[in-house]
């Protein structure tokens, strides 16, 4: 249960709105949820509806419709990268296309390791500055922007290194 596991930030979280508008506290318990597992699980939308009156279906419908919420389990780190029209005429296609090549992955899929998801999403407010992706995990949420492919596999060794999973 997600107040028995975390009972001070979820108090924390339901301080800040009053009673009646508790249902706004969905976004934040969700992130809460997420932040260890890298996933939202059942049992916690289950939770979640609980602690502020809600239908489980309100909650999972939430999950549904932000990216930066997950319903399964995928690789420790999140990689999305924008390939909106002012990006792609940037190179973000050949850039995530470079980038599968060398981690022999397609858009969707994780690294046999485990540690990287890419995915392919729309703008995240840099437009200037493509190729840019941002990174979910453990540490939260990341921004790289004038990426290169290089560059992108020293920071996946770096993660690779941070986690224990280097060989
Ligand atoms: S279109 Fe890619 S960041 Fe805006």
Redesign the pocket.
């Known amino acids: 249960m997600l107040l028995q596991k975390y009972p001070k930030e979820v108090k924390q979280i339901l301080a800040k709105y009053p009673p009646e508008h508790k249902r706004s506290a969905v976004m934040p318990l969700l992130y809460l949820a997420q932040r260890e597992e890298g996933y939202i699980t059942k049992a916690a939308m289950q939770d979640i509806a609980q602690l502020l009156d809600i239908s489980e279906t309100d909650v999972a419908s939430i999950v549904g419709f932000y990216t930066l919420y997950h319903d399964k389990k995928e690789g420790k780190y999140r990689m999305q990268v924008?390939?909106?029209?002012?990006?792609?005429l940037?190179g973000?296609e050949e850039f995530l296309n470079n980038l599968c090549g060398n981690l022999g992955i397609k858009v969707g899929e994780t690294t046999p390791d485990g540690l990287i998801t890419l995915e392919a999403v729309?703008?995240?407010?840099?437009?200037?500055?493509?190729p840019?992706f941002q990174t979910q995990g453990p540490d939260g949420i990341k921004y790289h922007e004038n990426m290169t492919v290089d560059k992108t596999m020293e920071l996946i060794e770096a993660l690779k290194k941070s986690t224990g999973e280097a060989k």
Not at 82 to 88: I, Q
């Open positions: 924008c390939t909106d029209l002012p990006c792609a940037r973000a729309t703008c995240l407010a840099a437009c200037d500055r493509a840019v």
